[in-house]
């Protein structure tokens, strides 16, 4: 059964930082394409970085020079690092796994900037 855990999320004010972790169990993630998502209130949901198995990565531009996506093969767990928060930053953020064996959603960790 895989089972995608995040953690790291918060209230933190404009201008902080945070790390979110999303731990997998289950599947290997290094093997699977990972990635961020972000939904506010009253929006549609949006990719926000992505790391292939090969360790491209990509952002949507909004977060391009502020966040970071990496993975920790040996914890089997990928993060997303946020600098210089802002308040449109505000979201549940979800991780994603994506594998020949299926797609998978974690539960989703709020994140509040506050200004």
């Not at 209230?11 to 289950?26: D, E, F, I, K, T």
């Not at 360790?55 to 767990?77: E, H, L, P």
Request: proline share 3%; with cysteine; net charge positive.
């Amino acid at each position: 059964q895989v089972q995608l855990v995040e953690s790291g999320g918060g209230l933190v004010q404009a201008g902080g930082s945070l790390r979110l972790s999303c731990a997998a169990s289950g599947i290997i993630v290094s093997m699977s394409v990972m990635g961020w998502y972000r939904q506010a209130p009253g929006k549609q949901r949006e990719l926000v970085a992505v790391i292939a198995p090969g360790g491209s990565t990509n952002y949507v531009d909004s977060v391009k020079g502020r966040f970071t996506i990496s993975r920790d093969n040996a914890k089997n767990t990928v993060y997303l690092q946020m600098n210089s928060l802002k308040p449109e930053d505000t979201a549940v953020y979800v991780c994603n796994l994506n594998h020949a064996r299926g797609n998978y959603w974690g539960q989703g960790t709020q994140v509040t900037v506050s200004s």
